[in-house]
């Protein structure tokens, strides 16, 4: 799933990331799958309740393609399932025309089930220390 987001994400395909992504169903509970957030830091921060807007996600995707971002997934861990998730770890590399090669590190959720196929619920992102 997140290699998927990844070849969505650098082609730019808003319609691909749209499917890849869980509806949010609204109740704002985080115990009912569905859409969390996406956050991210500098540049192109999406935070707090920005991060949450599941209605603005793909014309963030869209801004930040027109910025010639690319993402690269360099590892991934998975640390297992609760509450209707399956929690994952991993380092990305972000560039884009305002932004050098730049390492990243973040914790993730998706919904895994038999009738979605499975949707990303939760992306968060920040530069790597070290």
Not at 8 to 17: K, T
Not at 56 to 65: E, G, K, M, P
């Amino acid at each position: 799933m997140v290699s998927r987001f990844i070849v969505a994400f650098n082609r730019g395909s808003s319609a691909r990331l749209g499917v890849l992504f869980a509806v949010d169903d609204g109740d704002g509970d985080a115990g009912t799958p569905s859409f969390q957030w996406y956050s991210t830091g500098k540049p192109g921060a999406r935070l707090g309740a920005a991060a949450s807007d599941r209605s603005t996600l793909i014309s963030y995707f869209a801004a930040r393609h027109r910025l010639r971002e690319r993402l690269r997934l360099l590892s991934i861990d998975g640390n297992g399932n609760s509450n209707g998730y399956f929690h994952f770890a991993f380092t990305i590399s972000r560039q884009a025309s305002d932004l050098p090669l730049t390492k990243y590190q973040g914790k993730g959720a998706m919904i895994c089930s038999a009738g979605s196929g499975g949707r990303i619920a939760v992306w968060s992102v920040g530069r790597a220390i070290g």
